[in-house]
């Protein structure tokens, strides 16, 4: 099985940067992604990691470090359209493309 | 279509009644999913359908939920004699094939059990 961990929430200012960690236990790992989930929206893809390292892509970059079971999600240049929950999951190994999500981190942009 | 669609977009029922939620993935997607989001809860998988079969069922709560997929497309998720607790919003996900594709997920139906 998967148990993953997410702060629940975090406040940052617009333009800053902010990290949003995500740590994982799994019993066998294939995968970690990263969606953007605003209030009554359905949750829309941002990031993919499956080796270790960072993946950019625009503002948002995601790093993972299998051996440490942990990732997180960079968000430059904030806006106030950033605001949102971020959902950590991680897909399961044993086949499927079932992901187990984290409850997700509250992320409030502020002026 | 465009995108993963759902309806009804929100229901509510009386607790011991029986309600059907519809999914239509994105055309071309072979998998299927279904997943449960209660509040303050993260996503909760239910089931998932590869083409027309579900060789994952191990997230369903209980035989009061069941699922089918017809003709590798629609998907309708059944509650039998709902409870409160089933109160959530239920999400529907399509990919292009089983692994290592990314899931597109759907607005969701917003089930409320009174």
């Known amino acids: 099985g998967q148990n993953i961990d997410q702060p629940t929430e975090m406040t940052a200012t617009e333009g800053a940067i902010v990290q949003i960690n995500c740590t994982y236990q799994?019993?066998?790992?294939?995968?970690l992604f990263w969606y953007q989930q605003h209030a009554g929206e359905a949750p829309t893809f941002l990031s993919y990691?499956?080796?270790?390292g960072l993946e950019e892509k625009g503002r948002f970059s995601s790093f993972l470090s299998r051996s440490k079971g942990y990732s997180y999600l960079l968000l430059k240049e904030l806006q106030m359209k950033d605001s949102a929950s971020y959902l950590c999951?991680?897909?399961?190994?044993?086949?499927?493309?079932?992901?187990?999500f984290g409850t997700g981190t509250q992320l409030k942009v502020e002026l | 279509g465009a995108g993963v669609s759902q309806s009804p977009s929100n229901k509510v029922t009386e607790k011991g009644k029986d309600v059907e939620l519809r999914c239509d993935p994105i055309?071309?997607?072979?998998?299927l999913y279904w997943y449960r989001q209660s509040l303050g809860q993260g996503l909760e998988f239910l089931i998932y359908f590869q083409g027309n079969s579900a060789p994952d069922k191990s997230g369903l709560p209980s035989d009061r939920f069941s699922a089918e997929r017809t003709g590798g497309s629609v998907s309708t998720l059944t509650i039998q004699r709902t409870q409160q607790e089933d109160s959530a919003v239920y999400l529907c996900a399509s990919s292009p094939r089983q692994l290592q594709e990314t899931q597109y997920f759907g607005p969701g139906t917003r089930l409320l059990v009174l």
């Open positions: 999951a991680v897909r399961d190994k044993g086949g499927g493309n079932k992901l187990t």
């Open positions: 990691n499956v080796l270790d």
């Open positions: 055309s071309g997607h072979t998998a």
């Open positions: 799994t019993s066998g790992f294939n995968g």
